[in-house]
Protein backbone atom coordinates (compact mmCIF):
# COMPACT_ATOMS: atom_id res chain seq x y z
CA UNK A 1 0.00 0.00 0.00
CA UNK A 2 3.01 2.04 0.54
CA UNK A 3 4.68 1.41 -2.26
CA UNK A 4 1.34 2.11 -4.48
CA UNK A 5 0.91 5.63 -2.74
CA UNK A 6 4.36 6.52 -3.55
CA UNK A 7 4.28 5.62 -7.01
CA UNK A 8 0.85 7.49 -7.29
CA UNK A 9 2.80 10.82 -5.59
CA UNK A 10 5.24 10.41 -8.26
CA UNK A 11 3.04 10.40 -11.30
CA UNK A 12 1.37 12.88 -10.08
CA UNK A 13 4.42 15.14 -9.48
CA UNK A 14 5.31 14.08 -13.29
CA UNK A 15 2.33 15.50 -13.90
CA UNK A 16 2.12 18.83 -12.01
CA UNK A 17 2.58 22.62 -13.27
CA UNK A 18 6.08 23.51 -13.99
CA UNK A 19 7.11 26.82 -13.26
CA UNK A 20 8.45 28.32 -16.74
CA UNK A 21 9.48 32.23 -17.70
CA UNK A 22 6.01 32.60 -19.48
CA UNK A 23 4.00 31.79 -16.17
CA UNK A 24 6.14 34.05 -14.41
CA UNK A 25 5.97 36.65 -16.37
CA UNK A 26 1.94 36.57 -16.98
CA UNK A 27 1.41 36.11 -13.23
CA UNK A 28 3.63 39.40 -12.26
CA UNK A 29 3.36 41.60 -15.52
CA UNK A 30 7.21 41.77 -15.42
CA UNK A 31 9.04 41.04 -18.67
CA UNK A 32 12.66 40.41 -16.75
CA UNK A 33 12.90 37.85 -14.43
CA UNK A 34 15.29 39.54 -12.69
CA UNK A 35 12.80 42.10 -11.80
CA UNK A 36 10.13 40.10 -10.28
CA UNK A 37 10.28 41.02 -6.04
CA UNK A 38 7.38 39.74 -5.27
CA UNK A 39 5.48 36.63 -6.44
CA UNK A 40 2.72 34.08 -5.37
CA UNK A 41 1.90 30.98 -6.52
CA UNK A 42 -0.20 29.93 -3.97
CA UNK A 43 -2.09 26.65 -5.03
CA UNK A 44 -1.47 26.27 -9.00
CA UNK A 45 -0.47 22.58 -8.61
CA UNK A 46 3.06 22.96 -9.25
CA UNK A 47 5.18 20.22 -8.79
CA UNK A 48 8.09 21.59 -10.00
CA UNK A 49 10.26 24.75 -9.32
CA UNK A 50 11.67 25.21 -12.97
CA UNK A 51 13.60 28.21 -13.37
CA UNK A 52 12.11 29.88 -10.35
CA UNK A 53 15.89 30.28 -9.69
CA UNK A 54 16.42 32.84 -12.30
CA UNK A 55 14.90 35.35 -10.53
CA UNK A 56 17.88 36.48 -8.89
CA UNK A 57 15.91 39.82 -6.86
CA UNK A 58 13.32 37.66 -5.40
CA UNK A 59 12.76 39.03 -1.68
CA UNK A 60 8.58 37.87 -0.92
CA UNK A 61 7.73 34.02 -2.30
CA UNK A 62 4.22 31.99 -1.21
CA UNK A 63 4.15 28.71 -2.78
CA UNK A 64 1.73 27.30 -0.48
CA UNK A 65 -0.67 25.21 -1.11
CA UNK A 66 0.81 22.69 -4.31
CA UNK A 67 3.03 19.71 -4.49
CA UNK A 68 6.56 20.39 -4.14
CA UNK A 69 9.09 18.02 -2.63
CA UNK A 70 12.41 19.22 -4.29
CA UNK A 71 13.57 23.06 -3.46
CA UNK A 72 16.36 22.98 -5.83
CA UNK A 73 16.04 26.09 -7.77
CA UNK A 74 15.52 28.37 -4.60
CA UNK A 75 19.22 27.98 -3.60
CA UNK A 76 19.95 30.65 -6.19
CA UNK A 77 17.36 33.25 -4.38
CA UNK A 78 20.18 35.16 -2.56
CA UNK A 79 17.79 38.24 -1.80
CA UNK A 80 14.74 35.81 -0.62
CA UNK A 81 13.80 37.42 3.36
CA UNK A 82 10.02 35.59 2.90
CA UNK A 83 9.14 32.22 2.19
CA UNK A 84 6.00 30.39 2.23
CA UNK A 85 6.50 26.84 1.72
CA UNK A 86 2.97 25.61 4.03
CA UNK A 87 1.08 22.61 2.41
CA UNK A 88 3.61 21.25 -0.03
CA UNK A 89 5.43 17.62 0.29
CA UNK A 90 9.04 19.15 1.05
CA UNK A 91 10.96 16.43 3.05
CA UNK A 92 14.59 18.28 2.84
CA UNK A 93 14.85 21.80 3.40
CA UNK A 94 18.51 21.57 2.21
CA UNK A 95 18.59 23.90 -0.92
CA UNK A 96 17.52 27.10 1.56
CA UNK A 97 20.65 27.01 3.69
CA UNK A 98 22.16 28.86 0.61
CA UNK A 99 19.12 31.48 1.29
CA UNK A 100 21.40 33.91 3.30
CA UNK A 101 19.08 36.67 3.39
CA UNK A 102 16.10 34.57 4.74
CA UNK A 103 14.29 36.15 7.59
CA UNK A 104 10.90 34.23 7.81
CA UNK A 105 10.59 30.45 6.84
CA UNK A 106 6.76 28.67 6.81
CA UNK A 107 6.97 25.30 6.09
CA UNK A 108 3.75 23.75 8.20
CA UNK A 109 1.87 20.89 6.44
CA UNK A 110 5.00 19.50 4.58
CA UNK A 111 6.85 16.20 5.87
CA UNK A 112 9.78 17.29 7.82
CA UNK A 113 10.30 14.54 10.36
CA UNK A 114 13.14 14.70 12.53
CA UNK A 115 15.56 17.94 13.87
CA UNK A 116 18.43 16.95 11.65
CA UNK A 117 16.45 17.80 8.54
CA UNK A 118 16.77 21.18 10.08
CA UNK A 119 20.18 21.44 11.06
CA UNK A 120 21.16 22.83 7.20
CA UNK A 121 19.35 26.07 8.59
CA UNK A 122 21.09 26.87 11.49
CA UNK A 123 23.80 28.53 9.34
CA UNK A 124 21.20 31.33 8.61
CA UNK A 125 21.86 34.35 10.53
CA UNK A 126 19.22 36.28 9.87
CA UNK A 127 15.93 33.73 10.26
CA UNK A 128 13.67 35.04 12.79
CA UNK A 129 10.75 33.54 12.43
CA UNK A 130 10.17 29.26 11.89
CA UNK A 131 6.97 27.96 11.56
CA UNK A 132 5.96 24.50 11.25
CA UNK A 133 3.15 23.86 12.30
CA UNK A 134 -0.48 25.94 12.26
CA UNK A 135 -3.39 25.33 14.60
CA UNK A 136 -5.37 27.27 12.77
CA UNK A 137 -4.81 25.46 9.50
CA UNK A 138 -4.70 22.38 10.86
CA UNK A 139 -1.32 22.10 9.79
CA UNK A 140 2.11 20.17 10.72
CA UNK A 141 5.08 18.19 10.35
CA UNK A 142 5.78 15.06 11.62
CA UNK A 143 8.31 16.57 13.91
CA UNK A 144 5.49 18.06 16.31
CA UNK A 145 4.43 15.25 17.27
CA UNK A 146 7.46 15.22 20.18
CA UNK A 147 6.17 16.85 22.97
CA UNK A 148 9.57 19.16 23.33
CA UNK A 149 10.12 19.89 19.75
CA UNK A 150 9.72 24.10 20.32
CA UNK A 151 12.04 23.69 23.05
CA UNK A 152 14.84 21.89 20.87
CA UNK A 153 14.28 24.22 18.09
CA UNK A 154 14.90 27.61 20.25
CA UNK A 155 18.58 25.45 21.63
CA UNK A 156 19.10 25.08 17.71
CA UNK A 157 18.04 28.17 16.53
CA UNK A 158 19.16 30.82 19.37
CA UNK A 159 18.57 33.94 16.96
CA UNK A 160 14.47 33.06 16.22
CA UNK A 161 11.98 35.45 17.45
CA UNK A 162 8.91 33.50 17.14
CA UNK A 163 8.44 29.57 16.54
CA UNK A 164 4.85 28.39 15.32
CA UNK A 165 3.84 32.04 15.27
CA UNK A 166 4.82 32.35 18.86
CA UNK A 167 7.09 35.01 20.22
CA UNK A 168 9.81 32.97 22.09
CA UNK A 169 12.31 36.37 22.69
CA UNK A 170 12.28 39.94 22.29
CA UNK A 171 9.40 42.45 23.03
CA UNK A 172 6.57 40.77 24.07
CA UNK A 173 7.82 37.52 24.86
CA UNK A 174 8.20 38.27 28.54
CA UNK A 175 4.51 39.11 28.89
CA UNK A 176 3.35 35.83 26.77
CA UNK A 177 5.50 33.44 29.16
CA UNK A 178 3.44 34.80 31.87
CA UNK A 179 0.30 34.77 30.70
CA UNK A 180 0.55 31.11 29.39
CA UNK A 181 2.44 29.94 33.08
CA UNK A 182 -1.19 31.95 34.55
CA UNK A 183 -3.46 30.04 32.07
CA UNK A 184 -1.18 26.77 32.96
CA UNK A 185 -1.76 26.89 36.39
CA UNK A 186 -5.53 28.26 36.07
CA UNK A 187 -5.77 25.22 34.17
CA UNK A 188 -4.58 22.56 36.80
CA UNK A 189 -6.73 24.12 39.63
CA UNK A 190 -10.06 23.27 37.67
CA UNK A 191 -8.47 19.63 36.81
CA UNK A 192 -10.47 16.43 38.21
CA UNK A 193 -8.26 16.80 41.38
CA UNK A 194 -8.98 19.67 42.26
CA UNK A 195 -11.65 18.41 44.99
CA UNK A 196 -15.15 19.31 45.19
CA UNK A 197 -15.78 22.39 46.64
CA UNK A 198 -18.04 25.04 45.25
CA UNK A 199 -16.51 27.90 43.68
CA UNK A 200 -15.96 30.99 45.85
CA UNK A 201 -17.28 34.26 44.94
CA UNK A 202 -14.87 36.35 43.23
CA UNK A 203 -12.93 38.41 45.53
CA UNK A 204 -11.71 42.27 44.28
CA UNK A 205 -8.14 42.47 44.09
CA UNK A 206 -8.05 45.83 45.96
CA UNK A 207 -10.07 46.92 49.20
CA UNK A 208 -13.44 49.00 48.83
CA UNK A 209 -12.82 52.50 48.19
CA UNK A 210 -9.44 52.19 46.33
CA UNK A 211 -10.08 54.43 43.12
CA UNK A 212 -12.07 56.52 44.72
CA UNK A 213 -11.03 59.88 44.50
CA UNK A 214 -9.14 61.04 47.33
CA UNK A 215 -8.54 65.08 48.83
CA UNK A 216 -5.48 66.11 47.66
CA UNK A 217 -2.76 66.46 49.95
CA UNK A 218 -0.69 69.55 50.79
CA UNK A 219 2.47 69.04 52.30
CA UNK A 220 4.83 71.84 54.39
CA UNK A 221 6.67 73.11 51.60
CA UNK A 222 3.54 73.35 49.20
CA UNK A 223 1.40 75.45 51.72
CA UNK A 224 4.38 77.98 52.73
CA UNK A 225 4.61 78.40 48.60
CA UNK A 226 0.72 79.41 49.32
CA UNK A 227 1.25 81.62 51.27
CA UNK A 228 3.92 83.24 49.79
CA UNK A 229 2.26 83.13 46.62
CA UNK A 230 -0.81 85.28 48.54
CA UNK A 231 1.40 87.95 49.72
CA UNK A 232 3.12 88.68 46.45
CA UNK A 233 -0.39 88.91 45.18
CA UNK A 234 -1.88 91.04 47.42
CA UNK A 235 1.62 93.92 47.02
CA UNK A 236 0.85 93.79 43.34
CA UNK A 237 -2.68 94.35 43.88
CA UNK A 238 -1.53 97.15 46.06
CA UNK A 239 0.63 98.38 43.66
CA UNK A 240 -1.54 98.72 40.88
CA UNK A 241 -4.33 100.38 43.31
CA UNK A 242 -1.59 103.36 44.02
CA UNK A 243 -0.38 103.45 40.23
CA UNK A 244 -4.15 104.14 39.59
CA UNK A 245 -4.97 106.85 41.94
CA UNK A 246 -1.34 108.41 40.58
CA UNK A 247 -2.88 108.46 37.01
CA UNK A 248 -5.87 110.11 37.99
CA UNK A 249 -4.07 112.85 39.89
CA UNK A 250 -1.16 113.18 36.34
CA UNK A 251 -4.88 113.27 34.30
CA UNK A 252 -6.79 115.83 37.13
CA UNK A 253 -3.66 118.36 36.75
CA UNK A 254 -2.78 118.47 33.19
CA UNK A 255 -7.28 118.91 32.52
CA UNK A 256 -6.84 122.08 34.51
CA UNK A 257 -3.87 123.84 32.44
CA UNK A 258 -4.46 126.13 29.65
CA UNK A 259 -4.41 125.06 26.34
CA UNK A 260 -1.21 126.41 24.77
CA UNK A 261 -2.44 126.73 21.32
CA UNK A 262 -5.06 129.57 22.79
CA UNK A 263 -2.14 131.93 23.53
CA UNK A 264 -2.23 134.82 21.26
CA UNK A 265 1.24 136.78 20.45
Request: glycine residues 10%.
Given at each position: ??????????????????????????????????????????????????????????????????????????????????????????????????????????????????????????????????RLRDPLARLANPLCAAPAYRAALADMFPGLKAIDGERVSGRGSELYQLCRDLDGSLGRGAGPDAGTEPPRAAQPWVEAGFWEPRPPRRGSVVEEAYKQFGEVLRECRELSRRADDTIAQAERALSGRPDPSSYVF
Open positions: MEGRGEEEEEEEAAAGVRITPELLKASTGEFALESILLLRLRGRGIAHLGCLGDCANLEWLDLSGNAIAQLGPLAALKSLAVLNLSRNRVASLEPLGSCQNLQSLNVAGNRVSSLRQLRCLTGLRRLESL
